[in-house]
């Protein structure tokens, strides 16, 4: 078996009645990595999931999960994955040991190994006190780390997280992300997506930026970064008198691609090397007898990330009225 | 807070070398033994399951009785065969809104996900169903033979009209199924389920004789699979003198023809629609 990517799509095209939801998606996953899907509401991550996840057939494209093909090979893959889709898929009148193991019998293990693992499970997930009550009774956060359990019992090779963390509460999503880095650090294959760019940004070995069924930018965290410019160091200056000098000594540190506002009093400009050149320029400043008001290190959010690209994106061609309003409130 | 530290669990490996058809059973016993733990625990299912067709006995045999006559017999012997048909007929709509309800949990989803048999989840289903009627159904004959009702013939004919109506309930299970997955939501499954089951149950020969209908109606009544099977009951049990022995055995072979003819329709379409099926 030749497994180049533990996922790979190149072209995934799906339609529903008018609506496009995969315009032509291409992404791949490298095995032991997690690529976070980011995009607003409605730009075909759940689609792309469920393709993958053989729930759905394209209407267009190739895609391979763990070698095998979405289309010919549904069975090979259904016994090499995980899901835990959108919605948390677990049977509420059943206790959380009954539900595991009746996935795990599902997955055909035999009842005595599905039970086992449904214990195993069951401790790693701080489950075992709620284990013999029904998931009715389970907050949020229960729910979800079930939910997420029920889609390690085989300990799939590639697994599929549809949103795990949406309606979750911080703390509760804290902990699923505590989950989720430990599982990437152990060498599973994840494919997450999310619409919260901090969560992209905390899990995620690559990203890929999806709207309107197509990725529009993919890379690392930084290297997202970077095509909105990479961190700034802005300064503010007590007296009006300083700002020159103060410019000086940023200009030194920093590069001489310094803006200057002196309306603010403020003063900006790249910087490679984030915290130490701070760390510098307070010295400095100090030295030189410069009161400053303000200053901070501005990291680039996956928020400015998407904003400058599905911004862009907006003159070129109509954005679809989802990703409006997402990057309205993301603004 | 969960401290979770190392994930690296057992890999299981799963059983091999079983053939499909094996997978087929024993998964569909694995989701059967679900549907019934949630009859089970669910305290309005209960209510469904065993109070209300309770009530509906007393109702029609107290309320109803007086009024309406029945040639040649008792109204409490020809209700009960028209009652037990219109509860595993009214219980089949239950398959519909449990099959749209895992569907709107992301249930349906994760089955479909799993290497499993792909008729199980409906079969498992189907089967759940049709042990929770049949429980309906033998509840429902005590509280009858409490009030009177008194089929007679030999066991080997009332065994078979229960056999007939199971068969029945099953075959509704698998339309109802089928409005399950098309519709997707609860509430759709509750109004689609019961919309066409009310016509066929009321305009049957389930609670009164068709030929006190309009003749429109007669003849949509009379062919109705509700009343074939109501009449076949009737004959099984020795109920109502008017049928002949003749007519017994037609309303038999009309039912199992229903019977089959459904299932042979349902069970397919409904697999089908299963595997292509997701949530919203
Ligand atoms: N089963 C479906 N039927 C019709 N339209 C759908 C269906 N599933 C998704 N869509 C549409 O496809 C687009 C992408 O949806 P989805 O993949 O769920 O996006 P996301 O998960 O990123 O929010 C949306 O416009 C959505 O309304
Ligand atoms: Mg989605």
Redesign the pocket.
């Known amino acids: 078996m030749v497994v180049d990517h533990a996922v790979h799509a190149e072209g995934l095209v799906?339609n529903?009645?008018r609506?496009?939801?995969?315009d032509g998606l291409n992404l791949h996953v490298d095995e032991g990595s997690l690529l976070a899907l980011l995009?607003?509401?409605?730009?075909?991550?759940?689609?792309?999931?469920?393709i993958f996840t053989t729930l759905l057939k394209p209407d267009g494209g190739q895609a391979r999960v763990a070698g095998f093909d979405v289309v010919k090979e549904p069975d090979r893959i259904k016994a090499h994955i995980g899901l835990a889709g959108?919605t948390v898929a677990i049977d509420e009148f059943m206790t959380g040991q009954e539900n595991l193991e009746m996935i795990g019998r599902l997955y055909h293990l035999s009842g005595k190994d599905a039970k086992r693992r449904s214990l195993e499970l069951l401790v790693q997930f701080d489950l075992t006190d709620a284990a013999n009550r029904s998931a009715k009774t389970y907050s949020g956060g229960m729910r979800r780390r079930l939910d997420l359990a029920a889609s390690l019992v085989i300990l799939p090779p590639v697994l599929f997280l549809?949103?795990p963390t949406t309606g979750l509460d911080p703390r509760s999503r804290r902990q699923m992300w505590g989950i989720i880095s430990t599982l990437v650090a152990e060498g599973s294959t994840i494919l997450l997506?999310t619409?919260y760019l901090e969560e992209a940004d905390e899990l995620a070995n690559r990203i890929a930026v999806?709207d309107a069924?197509r990725v529009i930018a993919e890379g690392t965290s930084d290297e997202l970064k970077q095509r909105v410019g990479g961190d700034r160091i802005e300064v503010a200056v007590a007296r009006d008198g300083d700002l020159g000098r103060a410019a000086e000594v940023a200009r030194r540190q920093l590069s001489s691609d310094v803006s200057i506002d002196s309306h603010q009093r403020r003063l900006s400009g790249p910087s490679r090397d984030g915290t130490r050149q701070l760390a510098s320029l307070v010295r400095e400043f100090d030295a030189a007898g410069i009161e400053i008001t303000d200053l901070q290190l501005h990291r680039p959010s996956l928020d400015d990330v998407f904003l400058t690209l599905t911004g862009r994106q907006a003159e070129e061609e109509k954005t679809?009225e989802?990703s409006r309003r997402w990057a309205r409130r993301a603004s | 807070m969960a401290s979770v530290t190392a994930l690296a669990g057992t890999r299981y490996r799963p059983i091999s070398g079983r053939p499909a058809f094996v997978w087929a059973l024993l998964d569909a016993m694995v989701l059967a033994r679900r549907s019934i733990l949630e009859t089970i625990r669910v305290p309005e299912l209960i209510v469904f399951v065993a109070i209300q067709p309770i009530m509906f006995v007393l109702l029609f045999r107290y309320v109803f009785g007086g009024a309406i006559q029945v040639p040649g017999g008792q109204y409490v012997n020809f209700l009960m065969p028209g009652i037990f048909v219109q509860t595993v007929a009214f219980g089949g709509v239950t398959t519909g809104i449990s099959l749209a309800q895992d569907m709107q949990r992301g249930l349906i989803d994760r089955f479909r996900s799993l290497p499993m048999s792909s008729s199980a989840v409906l079969t498992g289903r189907t089967v759940a169903d049709l042990a929770r009627n049949l429980f309906t159904v033998v509840i429902m004959l005590i509280v009858g033979f409490l009030v009177g009702f008194r089929p007679g013939g030999i066991p080997f004919e009332f065994l078979l009209g229960i056999l007939v109506l199971m068969g029945f309930s099953f075959a509704f299970s698998w339309i109802s199924a089928f409005v399950g997955l098309m519709v997707r939501s609860v509430e759709a499954a509750q109004s689609f389920g019961f919309i066409w089951i009310f016509p066929l149950t009321f305009a049957s020969s389930a609670f009164v004789p068709v030929a006190t209908m309009p003749s429109w109606l007669q003849a949509f009544a009379r062919h109705n699979p509700v009343s074939v099977l109501a009449d076949a009951l009737r004959g099984l049990f020795h109920v109502n003198p008017a049928l002949t022995a003749a007519d017994t055995r037609w309303a038999l072979i009309q039912s199992v023809a229903w019977i089959l003819g459904i299932l042979l329709v349902f069970i397919p379409i409904s697999v089908l629609r299963y595997r292509r099926t997701?949530?919203?």
């Not at chain 1, 995009?39 to 469920?50: E, F, H, I, L, S």
């Open positions: 799906k529903f009645g609506v496009r939801a995969l995009g607003p509401n409605g730009a075909g991550k759940t689609t792309a999931v469920r959108q549809d949103e997506t619409q999806v069924g679809s989802p | 997701t949530a919203r």
